[in-house]
């Protein structure tokens, strides 16, 4: 079946860096681009961007430049976000979806997130 | 600024009908279409609703969405227990060139 599998909870300190991974599978994964969110504690969701998997271009939203980074490896249907120099406000869960159709941008919205991993709990502290 | 408001919450008892509001502007709302999401306790949003008013396969009729304007609402009719959650709306936004999701509405079943 088409699901998202996302890697464990990591507890980290200030200034750290982490590494998430998304890996995907029952589907095409080039077909796909892979959209990233996050979720602070008790809060609402936020977009973070998407990327392209056909050619690895990121879209990054506003809040989400620089220190995050969204990369492939497409021989293992993977998507990763790292996020770096993190703080205590990083802290927070972070979902990959798949846009249902195809593309993370204004074009493809319309049609949805449809597939969602299970979110991996990012704790910043010292 | 560019923001989408909901209501913190809603109630309704079982079998009733709640609408959900979600409220924007010209740049997100009133160009592009708008989804809903159902969000259960420790999990991952599932979609509920996307293009303004169209549902995935699996998600019940008892789920309606609508859009007029700048705004657009959720229904939910013969409210069940389980449909107490929290439900998000989600637009693009063209000054913000990415997605607007709403704060989010708690529905409570009475």
């Known amino acids: 079946q088409v699901q998202l599998v996302q890697s464990g909870s990591e507890l980290k300190q200030p200034g750290a860096s982490v590494k998430l991974s998304c890996k995907a599978s029952g589907y095409t994964f080039t077909t796909y681009g892979m959209i990233w969110v996050r979720q602070a504690p008790g809060q609402g969701l936020e977009w973070m961007g998407w990327i392209n998997t056909n050619t690895g271009n990121p879209t990054y939203a506003q809040d989400f430049t620089g220190r995050f980074v969204f990369s492939l490896d497409t021989s293992v249907s993977t998507a990763y976000l790292q996020i770096s120099s993190l703080k205590a406000e990083d802290t927070a869960v972070y979902y990959c979806?798949?846009?249902?159709?195809?593309?993370?941008?204004?074009?493809?919205?319309?049609?949805?997130?449809?597939?969602w991993g299970q979110g991996t709990t990012v704790t910043v502290s010292s | 600024q560019s923001v989408l408001t909901q209501p913190p919450s809603t109630s309704g008892a079982p079998g009733q009908r709640v609408t959900i509001s979600c409220s924007g502007s010209s740049s997100n709302i009133g160009r592009n279409a708008v989804n809903w999401y159902q969000q259960l306790p420790g999990t991952a949003p599932k979609l509920l609703i996307f293009?303004?008013?169209q549902r995935p396969s699996g998600v019940p009729d008892r789920f309606s969405g609508s859009k007029s304007g700048t705004s657009a609402s959720l229904a939910i009719s013969g409210l069940q227990s389980e449909d107490e959650t929290d439900y998000y709306c989600?637009?693009?936004?063209?000054?913000?060139?990415?997605?607007?999701f709403g704060g989010g509405t708690k529905l409570t079943v009475l």
């Open positions: 979806a798949r846009p249902r159709g195809g593309g993370g941008g204004r074009e493809y919205h319309h049609f949805g997130m449809d597939v």
């Open positions: 293009n303004n008013n």
């Open positions: 989600a637009a693009w936004d063209d000054s913000l060139n990415g997605v607007l």
